[in-house]
């Protein structure tokens, strides 16, 4: 750590990349998390209640990572107020609040307020939110549009072991239980430890990057039977699975395709952002026909 690396705070550091963002951000400079509860020498922040939160913990310089959310698309659809409360007006006044005291905000969003896109496009390209979860997204960014203060991370699905899909996966082959996967249904899976690395990046570098907006996805854009060949090369050899058509109606929250790209990821990173068969291999070790060659 040096003396010009900013104090980062994490919120909603229980959560599945909050977690290990916090861990990561530990290692870089001073880092502190926070939770609805206030437990296990975290801050408590209720992020639908943000005027509870003690400000004067926050100084000039410090860069706040903004994860927390009500993020599943159907729960924001169904009960919309309490997500709305929570995901856009209690948002919106804790990063006002924090941004009045000359900090930053280094916020999460979603690729789906870009809408369906089945041709490659990056930062540049406009927006068409679909479902209610990336509409509260949007508002929010379209808050601070223009503020030095505020940048925001559109997020692909974020793969690690312990994502749901592949939690999913795990479980049916384990259980000898075919998989069913919708089909179509693409996007650009990134690794957890990409993102990790480049939201550090991002806060201990703010003024090297220009954009208000970063795309962080990865390199390839893969359907869920892509997803599910990879893991079933690398640690689930006995997976077996049959593609299915969704329900139109799962599709009113989720767009079929986003092929979204980004030439600043790569720059946070200085590499270019792992495969999803790299981020396999580090999440569950050396593939199987290493030992077992055809």
């Known amino acids: 750590m040096t003396s010009q690396n900013p104090q980062v705070f994490v919120v909603g550091a229980t959560g599945y990349i909050g977690s290990h963002l916090l861990r990561s951000a530990h290692k870089v400079t ?31 310089g410090d860069v706040i990572l903004l994860t927390a959310a009500i993020s599943n698309p159907d729960i924001c659809a169904r009960d919309h107020a309490q997500a709305w409360a929570a995901n856009v007006t209690g948002t919106s006044e804790f990063i006002h609040r924090v941004i009045d005291r000359n900090a930053r905000v280094v916020f999460f969003s979603s690729d789906t307020v870009y809408g369906e896109r089945a041709e490659e496009f990056d930062e540049s390209s406009p927006v068409t939110p679909t479902g ?11 808050q601070f549009v223009g ?7 559109r997020l692909s699905y974020v793969f690690s072991r312990e994502d749901k899909f592949s939690l999913y996966l795990a ?13 179509p249904f693409l996007r650009a899976i990134v690794h957890r430890n990409d993102v990790i690395e ?3 990046s991002l806060a201990m570098n703010w003024d090297s990057i220009n954009s208000q907006i970063v795309n ?6 893969l359907s869920r039977i892509d997803f599910a060949e990879s893991l079933q090369k690398i640690n689930l050899p006995n997976l077996h699975y049959s593609v299915m ?5 799962f599709f009113i929250n989720r767009p079929r395709v986003i092929a979204m790209t ?3 990821f790569a720059k946070l990173l200085q590499r270019s952002p792992r495969t999803l068969g790299e981020a396999a291999l580090m999440e569950y070790g050396t593939p199987l026909d290493v030992y077992f060659p055809s």
């Open 171 to 183: 479980n049916c082959s384990a259980k000898s239980i075919v998989a069913e996967l919708f089909h």
């Open 132 to 142: 209610e979860y990336a509409v509260m997204k949007h508002e929010v960014e379209q």
């Open 198 to 200: 480049g939201a550090l």
């Open 30 to 60: 001073t880092a502190f998390g926070t939770s609805s509860s206030g437990k296990h020498g975290l801050l408590r922040l209720r992020i639908e209640a943000p005027s509870e939160f003690d400000y004067t913990q926050v100084v000039p």
């Open 262 to 264: 980004s030439p600043i």
């Open 216 to 221: 962080f996805g990865g390199p390839m854009v």
């Open 245 to 249: 058509e969704p329900d139109p109606s």
């Open 147 to 153: 503020n030095s203060s505020f940048k925001t991370i």
